[in-house]
């Protein structure tokens, strides 16, 4: 209201601790004092400033923790194995995982050159062929069910896409 009436012409409203408030004067009002114009003195409250900030990396320590707590939750066993994948910015890498005798059961990855044929295919295709090579693998060992697919919080790229398709088709993932 005194920054109102000051633009109005009006007198500002009088400082609450003392009837003669200048620039000058030292005390304790929560306000600024400055002057407007000549011989108007305008009052500003001073509110503390409110920052607010995030844990340092925190969407990366949840999707660890995500994880971790996925992989306690559910563990692999011989007949019904744990799928877990690991995609880099340029590779795909899939593992059947025991967890109960704590050994792999099949592993593949776009890097092997079985995979990636004699003229080199792109990525993507390779990913594809993982999932075939993947889905061979279960049948050869007589896997029916995959405990859970672990895809290590990674987002559903061209390449999981592509390596997720031979699964869904039989019957791994839901769809």
């Not at 000051?6 to 004092?33: D, E, R, V």
């Not at 305008?42 to 509110?47: A, G, K, T």
């Not at 050159?113 to 594809?128: H, K, L, N, Q």
């Not at 390449?159 to 993932?173: C, N, R, S, W, Y």
Request: aromatic fraction near 6%; glycine fraction near 6%; charge should be positive.
């Amino acid at each position: 209201m005194a920054l109102l009436g000051a633009t109005l012409g009006q007198p500002p409203s009088p400082c609450p601790s003392t009837s003669s408030c200048s620039l000058t004067s030292s005390h304790s009002c929560s306000a600024f004092c400055f002057p407007r114009q000549p011989g108007v003195v305008v009052h500003r409250r001073v509110y503390p400033r409110i920052e607010a900030t995030a844990r340092h990396g925190a969407r990366k320590e949840n999707a660890k923790v995500r994880n971790r707590r996925h992989q306690k939750k559910f563990n692999g066993t011989a007949t019904k194995p744990r799928l877990s994948v690991f995609c880099s910015n340029r590779q795909l890498y899939a593992m059947l995982v025991d967890d109960h005798g704590k050994r792999m059961l099949f592993y593949a990855s776009t890097l092997q050159e079985a995979i990636r044929g004699d003229p080199p295919c792109s990525t993507v295709e390779a990913a594809r062929r993982v999932g075939e090579e993947l889905v061979k693998a279960c049948k050869e060992l007589e896997v029916s069910e995959v405990s859970c697919y672990d895809r290590n919080g990674f987002a559903r790229g061209e390449k999981l896409m592509a390596f997720e398709d031979p699964i869904a088709q039989h019957g791994f993932l839901p769809r």
